[in-house]
């Protein structure tokens, strides 16, 4: 029998960390590792109880949800814990700092359980989870934010059938979307997504819109 998914709750209200601790622990596959109110709290104890994905919160005391996803997934993070963030509807500003914190994904805090549920088990899996209306609205609000002038490097070739598959993830398709606009197979896709993340030596669809966005390919 395959062990549950151990998910890490931080939210600064607790009635909110209740409900979410109520409909995860109600699951077979998934179980409750602790729960917290602010982000030093859920670097601590991600660092001693080892989850499998933490649910974070951005706003909250002592230290947001931005730097304690950076200090648990972040670049040169020896061993990355995968996090969720959750936010309010209102184009939250500061998701597109969580997510090039190293965040795999993010939840709007008004989604069902369901898709709660689903967000958790998609990045526990090593996906990356970015609902693609909220791609469109909240990535490309703050595209010029994305795209800093110092961000410089070199650009990875990408072949054309390449850049165009990035593009289309950059405006928030899905695999399916995207084998339905190009006319391929949906494992074509993942073949050229595969590929994409390779050869930018990116972790995630997440991190390849944000890419994207930043180099100016999507607007």
Do not use: W
């Amino acid at each position: 029998m395959t062990a549950p998914v151990r998910v890490l709750i931080c939210d600064d209200q607790i009635l909110i960390r209740t409900g979410l601790a109520t409909i995860i622990d109600a699951q077979p596959d998934l179980e409750v590792a602790g729960e917290c109110g602010d982000g030093q709290a859920a670097v601590d104890l991600a660092r001693k109880v080892r989850p499998d994905i933490v649910v974070m919160d951005i706003r909250m005391p002592v230290l947001d949800g931005i730097e304690a996803t950076r200090l648990l997934a972040g670049a040169g993070v020896p061993h990355p814990v995968k996090v969720l963030v959750v936010t309010t509807f209102n184009l939250d500003a500061y998701v597109y700092e969580a997510l090039r914190a190293g965040a795999s994904g993010f939840l709007l805090k008004d989604a069902p359980p369901s898709q709660l549920l689903h967000g958790i088990r998609t990045v526990a899996a090593g996906a990356a989870l970015l609902a693609p209306e909220v791609t469109r609205q909240l990535v490309g609000r703050y595209a010029a934010r994305i795209r800093p002038a110092e961000d410089t490097g070199p650009d990875v070739p990408l072949t054309p059938r390449e850049l165009e598959v990035l593009r289309l993830i950059a405006e928030g398709l899905s695999n399916h979307e995207i084998a339905t606009a190009l006319v391929i197979s949906r494992e074509t896709v993942k073949t050229f997504v595969s590929r994409i993340l390779t050869k930018l030596q990116l972790r995630d669809r997440v991190q390849a819109v944000v890419y994207a966005y930043r180099r100016g390919l999507v607007s």
